[in-house]
Protein backbone atom coordinates (compact mmCIF):
# COMPACT_ATOMS: atom_id res chain seq x y z
CA UNK A 1 0.00 0.00 0.00
CA UNK A 2 1.68 3.43 -1.33
CA UNK A 3 1.78 5.98 2.28
CA UNK A 4 1.19 9.59 2.33
CA UNK A 5 3.33 11.01 -0.51
CA UNK A 6 4.18 14.97 -0.18
CA UNK A 7 6.27 17.46 -2.44
CA UNK A 8 8.33 18.82 -2.83
CA UNK A 9 11.04 17.32 -0.17
CA UNK A 10 12.83 20.82 0.23
CA UNK A 11 11.89 24.38 -0.15
CA UNK A 12 14.43 27.60 -0.09
CA UNK A 13 12.14 30.76 -0.67
CA UNK A 14 12.97 34.69 -0.03
CA UNK A 15 10.75 35.87 2.25
CA UNK A 16 7.73 37.75 1.20
CA UNK A 17 7.46 35.14 -1.70
CA UNK A 18 4.61 32.34 -2.04
CA UNK A 19 4.91 28.80 -2.14
CA UNK A 20 2.40 25.84 -2.15
CA UNK A 21 2.98 22.45 -0.68
CA UNK A 22 1.38 19.37 -2.55
CA UNK A 23 0.02 16.28 -0.58
CA UNK A 24 -1.89 12.85 -1.91
CA UNK A 25 -2.95 11.19 0.58
CA UNK A 26 -3.55 7.05 1.07
CA UNK A 27 -6.50 5.79 -1.31
CA UNK A 28 -9.68 6.08 0.19
CA UNK A 29 -8.82 8.16 3.40
CA UNK A 30 -11.47 10.40 4.30
CA UNK A 31 -9.29 12.81 6.60
CA UNK A 32 -6.28 14.62 5.82
CA UNK A 33 -4.37 16.83 8.08
CA UNK A 34 -1.39 19.37 7.80
CA UNK A 35 0.82 19.87 10.78
CA UNK A 36 3.46 22.72 11.18
CA UNK A 37 6.65 21.41 12.75
CA UNK A 38 8.93 24.05 13.84
CA UNK A 39 12.89 22.95 14.57
CA UNK A 40 12.96 22.05 18.34
CA UNK A 41 8.99 21.34 18.89
CA UNK A 42 6.62 18.97 17.85
CA UNK A 43 4.39 18.80 15.14
CA UNK A 44 1.39 21.84 15.75
CA UNK A 45 -1.96 21.10 13.54
CA UNK A 46 -2.93 24.10 10.96
CA UNK A 47 -6.09 22.07 9.39
CA UNK A 48 -7.70 19.35 9.47
CA UNK A 49 -10.09 17.84 5.91
CA UNK A 50 -12.68 15.52 6.59
CA UNK A 51 -13.12 14.56 2.58
CA UNK A 52 -13.20 18.18 0.77
CA UNK A 53 -14.51 20.35 3.99
CA UNK A 54 -12.79 21.84 6.65
CA UNK A 55 -13.24 20.02 10.27
CA UNK A 56 -10.76 22.34 12.24
CA UNK A 57 -8.45 25.12 10.77
CA UNK A 58 -8.28 27.08 14.57
CA UNK A 59 -4.50 27.36 14.42
CA UNK A 60 -4.19 28.21 10.60
CA UNK A 61 -2.64 32.08 10.03
CA UNK A 62 -5.58 32.68 7.66
CA UNK A 63 -3.83 36.00 6.47
CA UNK A 64 -1.15 34.10 4.90
CA UNK A 65 -2.42 30.43 4.81
CA UNK A 66 -4.56 28.90 2.95
CA UNK A 67 -5.19 25.11 1.76
CA UNK A 68 -7.79 23.18 -0.34
CA UNK A 69 -8.74 19.52 -1.05
CA UNK A 70 -10.30 19.66 -4.02
CA UNK A 71 -12.40 16.73 -4.54
CA UNK A 72 -11.94 15.42 -1.43
CA UNK A 73 -8.31 13.84 -2.66
CA UNK A 74 -5.20 15.47 -3.08
CA UNK A 75 -4.43 18.94 -0.96
CA UNK A 76 -2.56 22.04 -2.03
CA UNK A 77 -1.15 24.14 0.96
CA UNK A 78 -0.02 27.48 0.43
CA UNK A 79 1.69 30.29 1.75
CA UNK A 80 1.68 34.07 0.57
CA UNK A 81 3.55 35.77 1.32
CA UNK A 82 5.94 33.74 3.67
CA UNK A 83 7.68 35.22 6.74
CA UNK A 84 11.13 33.91 7.70
CA UNK A 85 9.13 32.88 11.32
CA UNK A 86 7.40 29.80 8.73
CA UNK A 87 10.61 28.09 8.10
CA UNK A 88 9.68 24.71 9.25
CA UNK A 89 8.72 21.31 7.97
CA UNK A 90 5.31 20.63 6.79
CA UNK A 91 3.69 17.55 7.20
CA UNK A 92 0.89 15.80 5.74
CA UNK A 93 -0.77 12.89 7.61
CA UNK A 94 -3.95 11.09 6.46
CA UNK A 95 -6.59 8.67 8.19
CA UNK A 96 -9.63 5.81 6.89
CA UNK A 97 -12.19 7.73 9.31
CA UNK A 98 -11.66 10.31 12.37
CA UNK A 99 -10.07 9.48 15.39
CA UNK A 100 -8.43 6.31 13.63
CA UNK A 101 -4.67 5.93 13.06
CA UNK A 102 -2.93 8.83 11.24
CA UNK A 103 0.01 7.97 8.51
CA UNK A 104 2.10 10.51 7.78
CA UNK A 105 4.37 11.60 4.93
CA UNK A 106 7.88 12.35 4.87
CA UNK A 107 7.03 16.52 4.91
CA UNK A 108 8.74 18.98 3.26
CA UNK A 109 11.62 21.06 4.87
CA UNK A 110 11.17 25.28 3.86
CA UNK A 111 13.44 27.87 4.72
CA UNK A 112 12.14 31.02 4.01
CA UNK A 113 15.41 33.58 3.90
CA UNK B 1 -6.45 23.35 26.88
CA UNK B 2 -4.32 19.93 26.74
CA UNK B 3 -0.66 19.98 27.17
CA UNK B 4 1.86 17.46 26.74
CA UNK B 5 5.42 17.63 28.50
CA UNK B 6 8.76 15.99 27.68
CA UNK B 7 11.58 16.71 30.22
CA UNK B 8 13.98 14.86 28.40
CA UNK B 9 15.47 16.79 25.12
CA UNK B 10 18.26 14.02 24.74
CA UNK B 11 18.61 10.52 26.16
CA UNK B 12 21.24 7.88 25.52
CA UNK B 13 21.26 4.41 25.54
CA UNK B 14 24.18 1.33 25.33
CA UNK B 15 23.28 -1.28 22.01
CA UNK B 16 20.51 -4.15 24.21
CA UNK B 17 20.25 -2.17 26.94
CA UNK B 18 16.81 -0.59 28.35
CA UNK B 19 15.70 3.24 28.59
CA UNK B 20 12.75 4.98 29.18
CA UNK B 21 11.38 7.77 27.70
CA UNK B 22 8.86 10.66 29.93
CA UNK B 23 5.86 11.97 29.06
CA UNK B 24 3.53 13.95 30.92
CA UNK B 25 0.13 15.50 30.19
CA UNK B 26 -3.00 17.83 31.16
CA UNK B 27 -6.52 17.26 30.32
CA UNK B 28 -9.66 17.76 32.00
CA UNK B 29 -10.96 14.96 29.64
CA UNK B 30 -11.61 11.09 31.24
CA UNK B 31 -11.37 9.07 27.54
CA UNK B 32 -8.88 9.63 25.43
CA UNK B 33 -5.69 8.27 23.72
CA UNK B 34 -2.01 8.61 24.17
CA UNK B 35 0.77 7.89 21.63
CA UNK B 36 4.58 7.41 21.32
CA UNK B 37 5.81 8.56 17.52
CA UNK B 38 9.23 7.74 16.34
CA UNK B 39 10.67 10.57 13.95
CA UNK B 40 13.96 9.62 12.13
CA UNK B 41 15.95 11.76 10.20
CA UNK B 42 13.53 10.87 6.77
CA UNK B 43 10.58 13.24 9.55
CA UNK B 44 7.75 10.83 9.01
CA UNK B 45 6.28 10.13 11.97
CA UNK B 46 5.94 6.94 12.70
CA UNK B 47 3.63 5.15 15.32
CA UNK B 48 5.21 3.53 17.72
CA UNK B 49 2.47 2.09 20.29
CA UNK B 50 -0.91 3.72 21.67
CA UNK B 51 -2.73 3.88 24.91
CA UNK B 52 -6.28 3.78 25.39
CA UNK B 53 -7.45 5.64 28.70
CA UNK B 54 -10.13 3.88 29.55
CA UNK B 55 -7.58 0.47 29.34
CA UNK B 56 -6.12 -0.15 32.76
CA UNK B 57 -3.28 -2.33 31.01
CA UNK B 58 -0.11 -1.30 29.79
CA UNK B 59 -0.38 -0.99 26.12
CA UNK B 60 3.04 -3.55 24.84
CA UNK B 61 4.80 -3.83 21.26
CA UNK B 62 7.13 -6.21 21.09
CA UNK B 63 10.38 -4.21 22.89
CA UNK B 64 8.57 -1.23 23.30
CA UNK B 65 5.93 -0.99 26.36
CA UNK B 66 4.28 1.81 28.38
CA UNK B 67 4.30 2.58 32.13
CA UNK B 68 0.84 4.32 32.19
CA UNK B 69 -0.27 6.15 35.31
CA UNK B 70 -3.46 8.10 34.19
CA UNK B 71 -4.03 9.58 38.45
CA UNK B 72 -0.72 10.80 37.67
CA UNK B 73 -0.94 11.77 34.30
CA UNK B 74 2.20 10.12 33.20
CA UNK B 75 3.07 8.19 29.62
CA UNK B 76 6.78 7.07 29.59
CA UNK B 77 7.71 4.60 26.85
CA UNK B 78 10.19 1.89 28.08
CA UNK B 79 12.69 0.50 25.31
CA UNK B 80 14.08 -2.92 26.09
CA UNK B 81 16.69 -4.40 24.48
CA UNK B 82 17.41 -1.13 22.13
CA UNK B 83 18.97 -1.45 18.64
CA UNK B 84 20.81 1.47 16.62
CA UNK B 85 17.95 1.15 14.43
CA UNK B 86 15.97 2.51 17.63
CA UNK B 87 17.65 5.74 17.17
CA UNK B 88 15.42 8.84 16.54
CA UNK B 89 13.54 11.46 18.00
CA UNK B 90 10.33 10.51 19.94
CA UNK B 91 7.43 12.08 20.58
CA UNK B 92 4.26 11.79 22.90
CA UNK B 93 1.00 12.82 21.70
CA UNK B 94 -2.70 13.46 23.38
CA UNK B 95 -5.66 12.87 21.61
CA UNK B 96 -9.29 13.69 22.66
CA UNK B 97 -12.32 11.61 21.89
CA UNK B 98 -15.05 13.84 21.84
CA UNK B 99 -14.66 17.50 20.30
CA UNK B 100 -11.33 16.91 18.39
CA UNK B 101 -9.25 14.23 16.88
CA UNK B 102 -6.14 16.40 16.44
CA UNK B 103 -3.03 15.16 17.80
CA UNK B 104 -1.11 17.52 20.01
CA UNK B 105 2.56 16.84 20.66
CA UNK B 106 5.69 17.15 22.64
CA UNK B 107 8.71 18.62 21.89
CA UNK B 108 10.66 15.39 21.53
CA UNK B 109 12.94 13.32 23.58
CA UNK B 110 16.20 12.46 21.04
CA UNK B 111 17.43 9.37 21.65
CA UNK B 112 21.11 8.08 20.76
CA UNK B 113 21.69 4.39 20.88
CA UNK B 114 25.69 3.28 21.19
CA UNK B 115 26.92 0.35 20.12
Known amino acids: EAGVAQSPRYKIIEKRQSVAFWCNPI?????LYWYQQILGQGPKLLIQ????????DSQLPKDRFSAERLKGVDSTLKIQPAKLEDSAVYLCASSLERNTEAFFGQGTRLTVV | AQTVTQSQPEMSVQEAETVTLSCTYD???????LFWYKQPPSRQMILVIR??????QNATENRFSVNFQKAAKSFSLKISDSQLGDAAMYFCAYRGIYNTDKLIFGTGTRLQVFP
Open chain 2, 51 to 56: QEAYKQ
Open chain 1, 49 to 56: FQNNGVVD
Open chain 2, 27 to 33: TSESDYY
Open chain 1, 27 to 31: SGHAT
